[in-house]
């Protein structure tokens, strides 16, 4: 069984930028594809961003395109999360998500929670209003 560790939330200013990262172990056979959401107060988990394994693809939600980047580092089975511009709206819990198996149709990327197979517990990013 997968085991995820999420790391490097806080609290920052609208505009700055926050690296979080996710550590994995456990691992026995490798996963199609480690993703990133998120969950607001009141809101549903929502997807974030998702890198696959191998050949590093990547996919992002709209709200995210152009500020968050992600990437992967194999060697330490370690993804992470590069959010520049924060805003206000992107406070949230921010979960990493294994995807063990790709889903049907378009590039194989999950985009809902229920989707993924193993979960971190969640790292807490705040931008102040």
């Known amino acids: 069984q997968v085991q995820l560790l999420e790391s490097g939330g806080g609290v920052v200013q609208a505009g700055d930028s926050l690296t979080l990262s996710c550590v994995a172990s456990g691992r026995t056979i490798r996963s199609f594809a480690t993703g990133w959401l998120r969950q607001a107060p009141g809101m549903e988990r929502e997807f974030v961003a998702a890198?696959?394994?191998?050949?590093?693809?990547?996919y992002y939600s709209d709200s995210v395109k152009g500020r968050f980047t992600i990437s992967r580092d194999n060697a330490k089975d370690t993804v992470y999360l590069h959010m520049n511009s924060l805003k206000p709206e992107d406070t949230a819990v921010y979960y990493c998500a294994d995807q063990a198996t790709p889903v049907t149709g378009g590039r194989g990327f999950a985009t809902e929670w229920n989707q993924y197979d193993y979960w971190g517990r969640g790292t807490r990013v705040t931008v102040p209003s």
């Open positions: 890198i696959k394994w191998g050949g590093g693809g990547t």
